[in-house]
């Protein structure tokens, strides 16, 4: 029988390689890591790149493994979840991997400005109803000019169309520099030109187990990536998008609306 919520979080409380500051803790504890992430847990001067939304962080072990000149946080507030690739990583001695629970609402909190060279977005909730929650928002954007280097990059890899469209249409409205851009990224991979060729690869190394499912269903998985200076106003995308017909596996969307921006 698998560990209950509680038996995981009490596990979490005793892992090295987990760091918890919701809301409610980090609103009177400073986080005291910000800007010493290499020195106080890497030990090196590796880039950093942060998974947000990292549910129960296959995607960033996985990418640990592959690319152990870099470190790797994931970041997510369901605790839950995470425990299963904090536990693995402790488990596989892969030491450069961390796992950070908290509202991405608040993310800048956590890391000194231009000490994260890249963030991935994998499988976020589109939030067809919100831009503001969007994962790709100017509203997170603008945060994560924070911390991210000027001009560092953003991977988005979704199965969704509206997260997608909304975030094709963003890098467009404002210019920022588009490396990759795919509606399928494994049909396309073995098509692509040489000079984007080993950026699909990267993208198409690893699956989560959700998006092994989504490939069983039938459905595309798309993948963005983009550069984001830290000169100029953002602007939001004035376009009406077609609803995705679902919210994720197995579950129908909410809304009867066709469309929203």
Same mark, same amino acid.
């Given at each position: 029988?698998?560990?209950?919520?509680?038996?995981?979080?009490?596990?979490?409380?005793?892992?090295?390689?987990?760091?918890?500051?919701?809301?409610?803790?980090?609103?009177?504890?400073?986080?005291?890591?910000?800007?010493?992430?290499?020195?106080?847990?890497?030990?090196?001067?590796?880039?950093?790149?942060?998974?947000?939304?990292?549910?129960?962080?296959?995607?960033?072990?996985?990418?640990?493994?592959?690319?152990?000149?870099?470190?790797?946080?994931?970041?997510?507030?369901?605790?839950?979840?995470?425990?299963?690739?904090?536990?693995?990583?402790?488990?596989?001695?892969?030491?450069?991997?961390?796992?950070?629970?908290?509202?991405?609402?608040?993310?800048?909190?956590?890391?000194?400005?231009?000490?994260?060279?890249?963030?991935?977005?994998?499988?976020?909730?589109?939030?067809?109803?919100?831009?503001?929650?969007?994962?790709?928002? #100017?509203?997170?954007?603008?945060?994560?000019?924070?911390? !991210? @280097? /000027?001009?560092?990059?953003? *991977?988005?890899?979704?199965? $969704?169309?509206?997260?997608?469209?909304?975030?094709?249409?963003?890098?467009?409205?404002?210019?920022?520099?588009?490396?990759?851009?795919?509606?399928?990224?494994?049909?396309?991979?073995?098509?692509?030109?040489?000079?984007?060729?080993?950026?699909?690869?990267?993208?198409?190394?690893?699956?989560?187990?959700?998006?092994?499912?989504?490939?069983?269903?039938?459905?595309?998985?798309?993948?963005?990536?983009?550069?984001?200076?830290?000169?100029? #106003?953002?602007?939001?995308?004035?376009?009406?998008?077609? !609803? @995705? /017909?679902?919210?994720?596996? *197995?579950?129908?969307?909410? $809304?009867?609306?066709?469309?929203?921006?």
């Amino acid at each position: 029988m698998g560990k209950g919520k509680l038996a995981k979080f009490a596990d979490m409380e005793t892992y090295r390689n987990v760091f918890q500051y919701p809301y409610s803790v980090v609103s009177d504890v400073p986080f005291p890591m910000r800007g010493r992430w290499r020195e106080e847990f890497f030990g090196n001067q590796n880039p950093i790149v942060v998974e947000l939304g990292c549910g129960k962080g296959e995607y960033a072990v996985e990418l640990a493994k592959a690319h152990p000149d870099r470190n790797y946080i994931g970041v997510d507030i369901k605790g839950a979840r995470m425990w299963t690739g904090a536990t693995r990583a402790l488990q596989e001695d892969i030491e450069n991997v961390a796992f950070l629970r908290t509202n991405i609402e608040i993310i800048d909190r956590f890391f000194a400005p231009d000490e994260v060279q890249q963030i991935w977005l994998t499988f976020s909730d589109p939030q067809m109803k919100n831009p503001r929650k969007r994962l790709s928002s #100017t509203y997170f954007l603008e945060r994560y000019r924070r911390f !991210l @280097d /000027d001009g560092g990059t953003i *991977h988005l890899k979704t199965d $969704s169309n509206f997260l997608f469209t909304y975030t094709d249409a963003l890098i467009a409205r404002n210019h920022l520099p588009l490396k990759v851009r795919t509606q399928d990224l494994y049909g396309e991979q073995a098509e692509a030109e040489q000079t984007t060729a080993g950026l699909l690869k990267e993208a198409a190394a690893i699956q989560t187990y959700y998006e092994q499912m989504w490939l069983q269903r039938g459905l595309s998985i798309k993948y963005l990536q983009f550069l984001l200076p830290h000169d100029g #106003t953002l602007q939001e995308p004035d376009i009406e998008i077609e !609803l @995705d /017909d679902y919210r994720s596996y *197995h579950r129908s969307k909410r $809304s009867s609306l066709t469309t929203s921006k």
